[in-house]
C-alpha cells in the first residue's frame, strides 16, 4: 500500500491467493511504467483504489475471482486461449453465485496514463472503476463479467479519455483460427454519470438477459447492435448522451425506437431518450427520420398515460373531465398532423373533407336544402366545389354562402358541423407549420 514503484511491474503468468480476503494489494500505489498481469490467476480480491499507473494496465487473459480457490483454478486452466472448452466455461462461470462481498477487481479512483486491458479475461464477482481516470482505452474485448446478483461491472463516474470497448474478441485458438469470443456480462453493468470521450463500443454481448446502466453518462461516438442489447426494462437511458452514432452502428428507425422502447424509467416516461436520437438524426442529416421520432415520442407518452392516468384523473368529477378531453386532444392532433411534424397531413385531410362535402352539397342542392338567397330558381348557377371551398376555409369569401342558404334546420347543422371540421383543419395546418402545438 502507497509504494512507489518508477519501473514496470509484470506478474504475467502468475498465481495468487488468498480466497476470503484481498490477494493483490496495490491501494495508492504509484507505479512509473507498465502493469503486466497477464494470464494471471486471483483468487481473491485484487485492489487498485487510489492508484497511479504511469503507462498500462495489462490484464488480458487473467482470472479474477472472490470465490472459493477450486473454482478460480478450474478457470484460470480453461479459459488459456487454447482451451476448446472457453465458452462453456464462461458460460458456467457467469452461473457462479458464490462470490464475497469484496469487489474481485476494486480499482475506484484508478488513474491510468495509458490503457486497461482486460481482453478475453473472467472477473467473478465484481470489477469496479468507480470514478477512475484512463487516459487511453479500456478495452473488455471477450471479457467475462460475472455478478449475477448484483453488479458485475461497475464504472459509475468513469472518465475514458479513448475508448470503451465491450465487444467480441478475435484470437487464434488452436484449431481455431480467429476464433470469436464474446464479451460476455452476467448482472448490472453501470455506467451512471460515466464520460467516454471517443467510441463507446457495445457488440456483441453474450448475455443479453444483463442490465445495463447509462444514466446521464456521456460518450462521443455510439457503436452498438441488437446483440449488446438487454431485455426489455434492463436498459436505463435517462439523460444518456451520445454525440452521433458509429456507421457500424443500427441507423434503422425501427429498431432504433424498439431500441428506445427497451427503456426502463422509474418515473414513468421521460422523453430526453427520444429528443436525443432524433438530434442526432438531425445532426447526420436525417431530417424525416428525427421527426418520426419525436412523432413516436409523443405516442409512447399518450399511451404511457392512458395505461397510467393520474391519481387526479382517477377521481370523479372535473379534473377526470379535463384529463379525457386532453387525452382525446392528443390523439386528434396526433392523427390529423402527427403532433405538429407533418402539416401535410392536415392539408390531405383538408382534401378529403372538401370532396366528401362538395358532393354533400351538391346532392342538397339538388333536393331543395339549399336554395337561393338573392331569389334564384332552381341549381343552374349552384357550383359545388366552390361551395364546398368556401364553406371550409375561413380566410377566403366567394360569395356562395350568401348567395345559396340552408333550407331547414338539419341542412343548417350539416353546414355547421362541415364548416366547423374544415376551420379546425385549417387552424391545425397554420399551427402546424408556425410549430405551435410540438412539445
Known amino acids: 500500500m502507497g509504494a512507489v514503484i518508477n519501473v514496470s511491474v509484470s506478474c504475467a503468468n502468475s498465481t495468487f ?41 495489462i490484464c488480458d487473459n487473467g482470472v479474477f475471482g472472490n470465490i472459493y480457490p477450486s473454482a478460480v483454478d478450474n478457470a484460470a486452466e480453461n479459459i488459456r486461449p487454447n482451451s476448446d472448452t472457453n465458452t462453456e466455461t464462461r458460460k458456467n462461470i457467469c452461473d457462479t453465485k458464490d462470490a464475497t462481498q469484496i469487489p474481485a477487481f476494486h480499482a475506484d479512483g484508478l488513474t491510468v ?39 458485475a461491472l461497475g464504472a459509475d463516474r468513469l472518465t475514458v479519455k479513448g475508448r470503451l470497448r465491450l465487444h467480441e474478441h478475435k484470437a487464434k485458438q488452436g484449431d481455431h483460427p480467429d476464433k470469436v469470443t464474446p464479451c460476455t456480462i452476467a448482472g448490472i453493468a453501470s455506467f451512471i454519470n460515466a464520460t467516454v470521450d471517443g467510441q463507446c463500443i457495445m457488440r456483441m454481448l453474450g448475455r443479453p438477459s444483463y442490465a445495463l ?13 441488437t446483440t449488446g442489447w438487454p431485455d426489455p426494462g434492463n436498459i436505463c437511458l435517462d439523460g444518456f448522451r451520445y454525440d452521433r452514432l458509429d456507421e457500424r452502428s443500427v441507423w434503422d428507425l425501427k429498431p432504433r425506437l424498439d431500441w428506445l422502447g427497451l427503456h ?7 422523453p430526453q431518450p427520444y429528443e436525443q436520437l432524433a438530434k442526432v438524426y438531425r445532426e447526420a442529416g436525417y431530417e424525416c427520420e428525427a421527426k418520426d421520432v419525436l412523432i413516436a415520442k409523443h405516442w409512447r407518452w399518450w399511451e404511457h398515460n392512458r395505461q397510467h392516468p393520474p391519481l387526479s384523473a382517477q377521481a370523479s368529477g372535473a379534473p377526470r373531465c379535463a384529463y379525457r378531453i386532453d387525452r382525446w386532444r392528443a390523439w386528434l392532433f396526433g392523427k390529423i398532423c402527427a403532433f405538429g411534424y407533418k402539416p401535410v397531413r392536415a392539408v390531405v385531410w383538408w382534401l378529403m373533407l372538401w370532396l366528401a362535402t362538395g358532393v354533400a352539397v351538391d ?17 343552374a348557377g349552384f357550383v359545388a366545389p366552390a361551395y364546398s371551398f368556401d364553406l371550409l376555409t375561413p380566410i377566403l369569401n366567394l360569395g356562395c354562402l350568401s348567395a345559396w342558404t340552408p333550407a331547414n334546420s338539419a341542412a343548417a347543422y350539416v353546414l355547421i358541423v ?22
Open 213 to 225: 446502466h447509462l444514466n446521464h453518462a456521456r460518450v462521443g461516438v455510439l457503436c452498438d447492435d
Open 418 to 439: 362541415t364548416a366547423s371540421l374544415g376551420y379546425l383543419l385549417v387552424a391545425l395546418f397554420a399551427a402546424s407549420i408556425t410549430g405551435l402545438i410540438r412539445k
Open 264 to 270: 426502463h424509467c422509474a418515473k414513468g416516461f421521460n
Open 113 to 151: 496514463e495509458g490503457n486497461v486491458s482486460l481482453n478475453a479475461a473472467v472477473v467473478v464477482g465484481k470489477a469496479s472503476f468507480l470514478g477512475a481516470l484512463i487516459h487511453g482505452d479500456l478495452d473488455c474485448a471477450g471479457g467475462t463479467f460475472s455478478n449475477p446478483d448484483g453488479t
Open 17 to 57: 491467493s488468498n480466497p476470503h480476503g484481498i490477494s493483490f494489494n496495490a491501494e495508492r500505489v504509484k507505479v512509473g511504467g507498465i502493469v503486466k498481469l497477464e494470464a494471471t490467476s486471483f483468487s481473491g480480491g485484487v485492489n487498485f483504489v487510489g492508484g497511479k499507473i504511469g503507462w498500462n494496465l
Open 363 to 379: 346532392w342538397m342542392a339538388a333536393e331543395k336544402w339549399l336554395v337561393p338567397g338573392s331569389g334564384k330558381a332552381g341549381t
